[in-house]
């Protein structure tokens, strides 16, 4: 629960301008990048360029990256950087960068190598695919997916069944392959001997606080973060849409750019409220079910045998 709340924050300082340092080392990271591009060392500047785009990114950033991967024949990287581009260019009313981002992705497109993952039914309701190391989501099976030319290893698996797995090459542009995963075979469970301790009596109950009532304190807690943050990013989206309203002097729902961007903001901020609130919210009631649950079976009295003698 900790984890996913710090994703929330995460995401949601995301859009946060970078503070003068981070754009410092961006600028320095593009410029090395720049440098090892114009001297045909791609394969060290791709690592250079997309760290400058994480931490401040920038229309430039990602079309040298994506000329970059296009000079390494890796083509699907190319032309999905060059997408980005043009749609970030796109946002920032930068027409010519635009236009060479778009005009780049339609050459690349027909030469694109793709690659079909199809799955035997039945398969298991677990299964899980991997290509080259990364899980494949169930809505790309099936699908012809661009992919960089080269070697690419396809992993199924899934609990209690023997895993498969295969690689296919791919070279020729305009390439497609199919994989097709087989029903994966069933591993036979092992015959598990009685235990004889199981018919042994349980031990009496602890006087102290119980494993359950530890947890339920410890979800309650991550729980009232959770609403606390909620609360948090409530109010800051709030404020921000109030801010908007100072650059839409016509009409509320038409505003000037800068109006814009605080109202994506402010969407932003309220979506990232709504999902800490619930999460929170979910987490504190469940912390509450286990205190209660922990409390009654802690102050449960135990059965014991009497013997009578008549």
Not at 61 to 85: I, M, P, Q
Not at 264 to 287: F, P, S, Y
Request: net charge neutral; with cysteine.
């Amino acid at each position: 629960m900790l984890i996913l709340v710090s994703v929330l924050l995460v995401c949601a300082s995301a859009r946060a301008e970078p503070d003068a340092e981070t754009r410092a080392a961006a600028q320095v990271l593009f410029e090395e990048g720049r440098r090892l591009r114009d001297q045909d060392r791609c394969d060290l500047a791709v690592d250079k360029l997309a760290e400058s785009h994480r931490l401040d990114p920038a229309v430039g950033t990602l079309l040298n990256l994506a000329d970059c991967f296009r000079n390494l024949g890796k083509s699907a990287s190319a032309w999905l950087h060059y997408v980005e581009a043009g749609t970030m260019a796109r946002t920032r009313s930068d027409a010519r960068r635009e236009a060479y981002a778009r005009r780049a992705a339609r050459e690349l497109e027909p030469k694109l190598v793709r690659l079909v993952i199809d799955v035997d039914e039945p398969a298991p309701a677990d299964l899980s695919i991997e290509r080259d190391g990364k899980r494949i989501d169930r809505a790309q099976w099936g699908s012809a997916v661009p992919v960089d030319p080269g070697a690419h290893r396809v992993v199924a698996s899934a609990p209690r069944h023997r895993s498969w797995e295969t690689t296919v090459t791919l070279s020729t542009p305009g390439e497609q392959a199919r994989v097709r995963v087989p029903t994966l075979a069933v591993i036979p469970e092992a015959r598990v001997s009685p235990d004889p301790r199981r018919h042994e009596a349980p031990p009496a109950p602890s006087s102290g606080p119980g494993t359950m009532s530890i947890v339920g304190w410890s979800i309650g807690a991550v729980g009232v973060v959770g609403v606390g943050i909620g609360i948090g990013f409530a109010v800051r989206s709030r404020l921000l849409f109030d801010a908007s309203l100072e650059y839409c002097p016509d009409d509320p729902d038409v505003c000037l750019p800068p109006g814009a961007e605080l109202r994506d903001e402010a969407r932003t901020n309220e979506l990232v409220a709504i999902v800490a609130l619930a999460t929170g919210g979910a987490a504190l009631a469940t912390g509450i079910v286990l205190l209660i649950t922990g409390q009654t079976q802690r102050i449960r009295p135990t059965r014991t045998g009497v013997a009578l003698d008549w």
